[in-house]
């Protein structure tokens, strides 16, 4: 997901305004409600199968649906299932293996009896109608923009229960069917590979089908009277290829053909990276939305707010970060919302290296220091705002920063192996420290307390040199004081750049082990200009304090 009150592009002040308003929902949003917890009885089950079929009632704006869903009892004493569905939405029949069974309901969820221990798999049928209500960045929407009737959904992070009946827990992912039914002049688009459109008494019906599991947040409905074209990916070793599909309306179908043009080499960037496109056997697809804080990595199909469409390129990153959510959240999704870091700080970072690919090492560095800040709060692990600048901006950082701790080859050899492990699964942060503990042969504890699971705020360090002369040999004896108030050491390297009068220069390379400690650099030349982390590896502030 990218929302604009932390991606730091150009909006009209209206929309400054309107996101200044409704900051308290995004507030309740971000902090999410008593819907996100996953109880213990949620976790005695495993859903396997989503088989869904939604009715759009555009005119009423509800919605008419019928789930049937196969599951593994993980104990074989459960008698009674819990599932997430929003109170609003009436509960006309529960079945399960064809009987019918007893319901109750309470604080968005349905618990059903069922009418023999459950030791194996199930199925349970839940027929369900309402008018979905909004809840937190948006929930399930029949939106309108001039005059169109444009239907979607923002179930990121625990808001799919708004609309469809589900475990709502990322770490429970698993096959999807889904049909959607609208007015014929609808097209209607989702998750997966386009099975069937079938016409019925004036309505269609597209069915889709999902063979990689997927979790619940990304589950996606887009209908609208869309118009649709096509780009192709060859894939990395010529044997799969897949079409990357464009949903537009009609009055941006001009702008999108400039600004989604650069899709198929994004895939391609980011698959010579990190191993192929997780879901080539289907699809990538961009569904415009009217969600207008910005887009959402809706798998297989992201959603790209209305106002995203410039014509010129100018949201590019946002494009490139929900692209890299399909790597980076929908292939190797977390293991709970503690975890986000995982998700959006890697599609944050990964606007970087796909400029750095694209561009060189200078487009990285320009990239990095746009997110670069001292004013980032609460650790990165377990946030208290899970789409704030600290989980996207420290958390990419981050990753800059363990490039530079473990050199660029391993970096990048920990992102493959980390991916090649976990896609189509789930990871936490502790998968990830061990996976590039394992790669890199480094002991990481430090690294990941200081950054991750205790450090807060950042170094901030006060620095001093003097000159010594000794046996006819000139040092540079440098000083440097942390001087931060939360975390009190961090550890890092720290590269030094010495440049002299006659235009030679070198890069010295420290250790920093201690709150304050004091090295000793022989250099040829007394005279000379002093650069800390030239090449802005660190998220770190050095304040010259002059000569000591
Ligand atoms: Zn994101």
């Known amino acids: 997901m990218q929302n604009n009150l932390k991606s730091g592009l150009f909006f009209p002040i209206s929309i400054i305004c309107f996101i200044w308003i409704i900051n308290p929902l995004f507030a309740y949003a971000f902090s999410g409600s008593n819907n996100d917890e996953v109880s213990a009885l949620q976790m005695q089950v495993d859903i396997l199968h989503y088989n869904f079929k939604i009715q759009l009632n555009s005119e009423e704006k509800s919605i008419n649906c019928e789930s049937e869903i196969t599951a593994l009892s993980i104990n074989p004493d459960l008698n009674e299932i819990e599932l997430n569905l929003y109170d609003n939405l009436e509960v006309t029949n529960v079945l399960m293996d064809g009987r019918k069974v007893e319901f109750f309901r309470r604080k968005n969820r349905i618990f059903i009896k069922s009418y023999k221990n459950l030791t194996d798999t199930f199925k349970i049928f839940i027929k369900y109608n309402g008018k979905p209500q909004r809840a937190g960045f948006d929930g399930f929407v029949f939106g309108e923009v001039n005059g169109t009737t444009l239907i979607y959904n923002i179930s990121e992070p625990t808001y799919a229960a708004t609309w469809f009946v589900c475990d709502d827990d990322p770490a429970d992912k698993a096959l999807l069917d889904i ?108 569904a415009e939305f009217l969600w207008n804080f910005g887009a959402m990595e809706n798998q297989t199909n992201t959603g790209i707010g209305y106002n995203f469409l410039s014509g010129n390129d100018f949201f590019k990153d946002t494009y490139v970060h929900e692209l890299a959510h399909h790597w980076w959240g929908n292939s190797v999704s977390p293991k709970s919302w503690d975890d986000i870091w995982l998700n959006e700080g890697f599609a944050t970072y990964c606007e970087a290296l796909y400029a750095e690919a694209k561009y060189g090492k200078s487009a990285l560095i320009s990239k990095m ?75 990481l504890d430090k690294f990941f307390d200081q950054w991750i699971y205790i450090g807060e705020d950042i170094p901030e360090c006060d620095y001093s040199y003097s000159i010594e002369k000794k046996d006819g040999k000139i040092f540079c004896s440098f000083k440097i004081i942390q001087v931060q108030e939360q975390y009190a050491e961090f550890h890092f390297p720290l590269e030094i750049r010495f440049k002299f009068d006659d235009g030679n220069s070198f890069i010295k390379k420290m250790e920093i082990e201690s709150r304050e400690q004091t090295n000793l650099f022989e250099l040829p030349n007394e005279t000379f200009e002093m650069t800390l982390d030239p090449d802005n590896n660190l998220l770190a502030v050095f304040n010259n304090r002059g000569t000591n």
Not at 224 to 233: F, I, S, T, V
């Open 369 to 443: 220091m746009s997110k670069f800040s001292k004013h980032f709060s609460g650790t990165l692990y377990a946030p208290k705002n899970l789409f704030g600048s600290t989980v996207y901006d420290k958390g990419a950082w981050i990753l800059h920063m363990l490039r530079f701790e473990i050199g660029d080859s391993c970096f990048f050899r920990t992102l493959r192996d980390y991916y090649t492990l976990y896609k189509y699964s789930n990871a936490s942060v502790e998968d990830f420290k061990n996976v590039c503990e394992r790669t890199s042969g480094k002991n």
């Open 179 to 286: 049909e959607i039914t609208n007015d014929s002049q609808f097209v209607s688009v989702s998750n997966g590979k386009l099975e069937s459109i079938k016409n019925y008494d004036g309505q269609k019906i597209y069915h889709y089908k999902t063979i990689y599991p997927i979790s619940t947040y990304l589950i996606a409905v887009y209908s609208a009277p869309y118009l649709n074209y096509h780009d192709d990916y060859a894939g990395l070793d010529g044997k799969d290829s897949m079409k990357i599909e464009y949903y537009v309306l009609p009055e941006h179908l001009k702008k999108s053909k400039v600004d989604f043009a650069k899709h198929t080499e994004m895939i391609k960037v980011f698959s010579e990276l990190f191993g192929e496109y997780p879901f080539i056997k289907e699809k990538y697809g961009v």
